[in-house]
Structures are given as C-alpha cells and as structure tokens.
C-alpha cells in the first residue's frame, strides 16, 4: 500500500450542475472527492446536508442523510483504505507519513426532484461477500471496537441501500432517501 510522504498536496474536487427538464421537474447533481482520513468525514456529511437544505427537509431527515453518509464515509476510509490508526491529521504522537495510506474518497448526489441518491465510493480493499459484511453487528475489526453496526444504520436511516464491491476493486455504496416526507415544517408556517 502506498503511503502519503508529509509534503505532499492535499486535494479536493467539487464538481456540480443544476439542469431543468421540461415537464419532469428538476435534476441537480454535485460530486466531491476527498481525501480518505477521518477529519473529512465532518465535511462529507455537512456537504451533503447542505446540499439539500433548498428542500426544506425536517430535522430528522437531515440528521438521517447524515448519519448515513458518515458511516459509509467511515468505512471507505477505516476498511477500504485501512486507514485504522491515526486516520486523522490532527492525531498526536505520530509522524502522518507514517501512518496515512494514499486514497479518495467520493461522494456522488442526484436530486431528481424530492428523491436523493447518494452514491459513497473508494478503490481501497473490497468485500469478499457483501451479504455476510451487512450483517448486524459483523465487523472485520473487532480489535478497534467497531461494533458492526454501519451497514445496519445505513440501511434504518435511508430507503434504499446497495452495495457493489470486488476484492481489490473498491467499494460503491449507493443510497437514496425520499426528502419532505415530514410535514412541520408547512404546519408551522
Ligand atoms: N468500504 C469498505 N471497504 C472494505 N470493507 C468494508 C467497507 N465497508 C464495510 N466493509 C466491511 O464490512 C464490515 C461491516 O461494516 P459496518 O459498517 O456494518 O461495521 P463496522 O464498520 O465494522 O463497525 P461500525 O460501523 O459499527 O463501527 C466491516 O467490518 C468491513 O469488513
Ligand atoms: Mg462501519
């Protein structure tokens, strides 16, 4: 596995666009690509959040999306790219060259009017068997007090989960949420 040397660039992509169809109502569509350490995963679900705010969606909803998000983020960086230790910068005691490996993290979103999908992906290690992965509380990691339980929130919190992943091939998360379910917001106004 290649390891990041400490005077290297960090980078970061963002692309995004917004187009009306006539008669279907809107698609907006953003992308990021981040590096895969743990202080972006604040970021990564802040962004996405932002993201739908123009939707109005309700509190629980927000924290839903980014509850989710932050899981799959989590786990591109901790599995996908082993990024287990100090997987953060701001981590003290030890060099990061040491112990930061080489890898991005992206987050695809289409809004296709109230609909979100949100597809989380890494090229770090892979699944072997997706199906055993997802189960309740199975986790590969014990020894770091994972409790195997992302999948499981990923899956409570949003309306759809699939996952496509190869040994070696990375992982693709993809989710979607049906935004404006809740009704308070129009009650209290
Ligand atoms: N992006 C990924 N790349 C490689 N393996 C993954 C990835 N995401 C999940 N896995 C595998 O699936 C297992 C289950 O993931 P899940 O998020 O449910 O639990 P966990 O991350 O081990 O624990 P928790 O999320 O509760 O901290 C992981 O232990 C890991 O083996
Ligand atoms: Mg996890």
Do not use: C, W
């Given at each position: 596995m290649m390891q990041k040397g400490k005077e290297e660039k960090k980078s970061f992509t963002c692309h995004g666009g917004m187009q009306m169809t006539a008669g279907q109502g809107y698609q907006n569509e953003m992308e990021i690509t981040f590096d895969?350490?743990?202080?972006n995963e604040a970021f990564a679900r802040v962004a996405v959040a932002a993201f739908v705010t123009h939707l109005n969606p309700t509190l629980e909803e927000l924290s839903d999306i980014k509850t989710a998000v932050s899981e799959a983020v989590t786990n591109a960086i901790i599995?996908?790219?082993?990024?287990?230790?100090?997987?953060?910068?701001?981590?003290?005691?030890?060099?990061?060259d040491e112990i930061i490996h080489e890898g991005k993290v992206t987050i695809h979103c289409v809004l296709d009017k109230d609909l979100l999908h949100i597809d989380v992906s890494d090229q770090?290690?892979?699944?072997?068997d997706i199906d055993q992965a997802m189960?309740?509380?199975?986790?590969?990691?014990p020894e770091l007090e994972r409790s195997g339980m992302g999948f499981a929130f990923m899956e409570a919190f949003m309306d759809e989960l699939e996952v496509e992943s190869a040994p070696n091939q990375g992982t693709t998360i993809h989710m979607t949420k049906k935004i404006g379910v809740g009704d308070w917001i129009d009650s209290e106004e």
């Open positions: 895969a350490i743990s202080d599995h996908g790219y082993e990024n287990i230790h100090g997987y953060s910068r701001s981590d003290g005691g030890r060099p990061a770090g290690i892979g699944m072997e189960e309740p509380l199975f986790t590969t990691r």
